[in-house]
């Protein structure tokens, strides 16, 4: 199965920064079958964005993913007081569908 | 808009089986553009699909859950189903059901999630 490793393991920003999440995988993710959540305490997971760099209904555009073959980053341009959650990553190229353990954004 | 809500115990014995339900609202669960999956969460840790299934009763799971999942759909009833058996406290966790639209795809709509604990 892919691993996905997550880095860093926490972000500590202030509200309008620029906020930069990476996600390696053990090898390709095909078609960059590759998705982001996001989860707040308590909450279930919110997809944010699918195929690497599509944005999910309803997701502001301040939200963007790149990225191909082992490498994704997630890029939030200007952090709003509600983006400070947890973010998965999430890889469905090959099954099983496996996370990596997540990227805490907390204000600094 | 489709929407999902877990059910069942909260607690469940050592080497008993977990079983829990999932109701789908907002839409047929015998839809082919939707499969209907679980995911757990343990405390504190990160998120690990556990298997889905597509209307026609396919159902595929992750290799380390296999042996001990069994996932249904009830289309009378429209829900679907997850059993678990031979629960550990390993096994304790946040449990959320969700849907996705191919076999491998993202998982767009979740359930709140219901949290089963292990223990004797």
């Known amino acids: 199965e892919i691993v996905l490793t997550q880095s860093p393991g926490t972000l500590s920003l202030s509200p309008g920064e620029r906020a930069t999440l990476s996600c390696r995988a053990s090898?390709?993710?095909?078609?960059?079958?590759l998705a982001w959540y996001q989860q707040s305490p308590g909450r279930a997971p919110r997809l944010l964005m699918f195929?690497?760099?599509t944005r999910a209904t309803g997701i502001p555009d301040r939200f963007s993913g790149s990225g191909s073959g082992t490498d994704f980053t997630l890029t939030i341009s200007r952090l709003e007081p509600e983006d400070f959650a947890v973010y998965y990553c999430q890889q469905y190229g090959s099954s099983p569908a496996t996370f990596g353990q997540g990227t805490k954004v907390e204000i600094k | 808009q489709v929407q999902l809500q877990e059910s069942g115990p909260g607690l469940v014995k050592p080497s008993e089986t977990l079983s829990l339900t999932c109701s789908v609202s907002g839409g047929p669960v015998s839809s082919s553009g939707h499969y209907w999956g679980w995911i757990r969460q343990p405390p504190g840790k990160g998120l690990e699909w556990i298997g889905s299934i597509y209307y026609s009763g396919n159902t595929y799971s992750t290799p380390s859950l296999k042996s001990r999942v069994t996932i249904s759909a009830d289309t009378s009833n429209n829900q679907f189903s997850l059993h678990l058996n031979s629960v550990t406290a390993a096994d304790t966790a946040v449990y959320y059901c969700a849907s996705h639209q191919w076999e491998l795809d993202a998982f767009d709509i979740w359930g709140q999630g219901t949290m089963v604990t292990v223990s004797s």
């Open positions: 195929g690497a760099s």
């Open positions: 090898q390709s993710v095909s078609n960059s079958y």
